[in-house]
């Protein structure tokens, strides 16, 4: 193999009083139910389209993949719907797939033409996906035989392993089924063939997941699966001490205060992500058009203060949009709040006073860190008014409001190669992903020459030049990037990928 399944290493930090469980491989141990809190209700199944991490849980449950990542405290993957599978030369990668994988709903078994079909719609150009980027290099799938096949990539590309083949781009999709709804779906895939099936979605109150009699994988160790969105961590908290779920993610405002006073039948854990949170300005709107506005909101941003006042001081502060232990991380120092220079460029502007808007979630971290915005910017001249959104409200604003977005407040999950991120920041993606309407030539030029990169020091001088770009244009605010923090009972011990997402099928009963 031509790169290491151990690229990258991402040290999970466990809590005091919370010793994170690692489940042991093996046949697992059937238990009748789990509830786990999500933060929102799902909304997009489809890989080539989904939104959320609430769509990605329920994603990795249903669909297999050629590959998982593992439940683990380290980006490493392994085997799942693979009986093999090798990169053969630096364009060309071989599976097989175990045999007797079946689809719901009479669809039969899983075969190398689903793979084929899953893999090679993302570059149709009539489907029109905002993830195409996943397989931006892929030339084909050759179907070899009704388990065999062999992927075929225009030129090398190294974030296959890492934010493809087993993350969201890797789901196999039933080609029959998805066939028959036109191509694609949103919420009701007809078939899936992973280690859950949806057995109810009440929208908006839960979901249901119960195990598939034909995953020909290990077994999932709960035969029932309740997902509850609750999308503000401070009631996620309460939900959790009320009983009424068995996991939960907690803000991050509230881990001192657990950890001080953790219930005896209950353990807190505090992993990293690859994940970043930001304040974005969207450069082609009218008000936000002139550079030195910009900067002079960049400048008038108190970070530090948005960290201890929203965060208590736990998260470090960010240096982009690259997560410490990926390639292209940045240790620099970044920019101290210089309010008298703030003022300058306001009045160099011709910029007297300013009305903004900044959209931004519901959650507790999220509103506190909004209102210390709106504090510093009004020292520039700038009246902020605030928007609070649901989750699900929130990721609609770019198609209800396009230019008209002014500042938002917001955090982008990531698997564990930077590829996947700084996809979204190509002008091809204003208005759908890059909010702030960021257009660069160079930038662009980076973005796929590093994804062909497979020199690690290479990658990272290119990623470091990115995120320079990313900075130069003054309309990205670094803030952190958000660890997750979770309390779940001593009787589950959860399957849970090295970001802290959900990996609901290696759940685990702890007796």
């Known amino acids: 193999m031509l790169l290491s399944r151990n690229l990258i290493s991402l040290r999970a930090v466990s809590v005091a009083l919370a010793l994170s469980v690692t489940t042991t491989a093996g046949t697992a141990v059937h238990a009748q139910e789990l509830k786990a809190q999500v933060e929102a209700d799902f909304g997009q199944l489809d890989p080539a389209f989904w939104q959320s991490t609430a769509d990605l849980n329920v994603i990795h449950a249903v669909f297999p ?47 190398a033409e689903d793979v084929e079909y899953s893999f090679e719609r993302f570059k149709d150009e009539a489907l029109a996906a905002p993830n195409a980027g996943d397989w931006a290099p892929l030339k084909d799938v050759e179907v070899i035989d009704k388990y065999t096949g062999i992927i075929h990539l225009n030129e090398p590309f190294a974030p296959v392993w890492w934010s493809t083949l087993p993350y969201s781009a890797g789901a196999i999709l039933s080609k029959k089924a998805t066939e028959e709804q036109g191509g694609k779906f949103t919420t009701d895939p007809k078939a899936t063939a992973g280690p859950y099936k949806i057995e109810r979605w009440d929208q908006g109150q839960r979901t249901v997941l119960v195990t598939h009699d034909g995953w020909n994988g290990e077994a999932p160790g709960y035969e029932r699966v309740e997902l509850i969105p609750i999308n503000d961590p401070k009631a996620a908290e309460v939900a959790y001490e009320a009983g009424q779920v068995d996991i939960a993610a907690v803000a991050i405002s509230s881990v001192p205060e657990l950890e001080a006073s953790l219930p005896e039948d209950a ?13 974005g300005l969207n450069a082609e709107n009218p008000d936000l058009q002139d550079p030195k506005v910009r900067e002079a909101i960049k400048l008038a941003v108190d970070v530090d203060t948005i960290i201890e006042g929203a965060y208590f001081g736990i998260p470090d502060r960010s240096t982009g949009l690259v997560a410490p232990g990926l390639v292209g991380h940045r240790e620099i120092e970044m920019p101290g709040r210089d309010v008298a220079a703030a003022q300058a460029l306001m009045a160099e502007a011709g910029v007297t006073s300013l009305d903004l ?26 009246n902020v008014q605030l928007n609070t959104h649901e989750t699900g409200t929130f990721w609609s604003l770019g198609d209800e409001k396009g230019v008209n977005m002014q500042m938002t407040l917001k955090e982008f999950t990531s698997p564990p190669d930077p590829a996947w991120s700084t996809q979204w920041f190509l002008e091809e993606q204003a208005g759908i992903w890059n909010w702030e309407w960021f257009k660069s030539d160079e930038f662009e030029k980076l973005h796929y020459t590093a994804m062909a990169e497979v020199d690690l020091e290479k990658r990272a001088e290119m990623y470091h030049q990115m995120q320079e770009l990313m900075d130069a244009s003054h309309s990205y605010i670094w803030l952190i990037h ?14 849970l990928y090295p970001n802290g997402d959900y990996k609901l099928q290696d759940f685990q009963p702890a007796n």
């Open 267 to 279: 353990r807190l854990e505090v992993r990293p992500t690859a994940g970043y949170l930001w304040l």
């Open 357 to 382: 808007e900044l959209e931004h979630q519901n959650s507790t971290d999220l509103q506190t860190a909004a209102l210390i915005i709106q504090a510093n910017l009004a020292e520039i001249g700038i």
């Open 482 to 495: 958000p660890p997750v923090s979770l309390i779940h009972t001593k009787s589950v011990n959860p399957g």
């Open 65 to 111: 993949k050629l590959i998982e990542f593992k439940n683990s405290e380290t980006w490493e993957w392994e085997l799942s719907s693979a009986e093999s599978i090798e990169q053969v030369d630096e364009v060309t990668i071989r599976f097989t797939l175990k045999p007797g994988l079946m689809w719901t709903n009479g669809y039969g078994e899983v075969t």
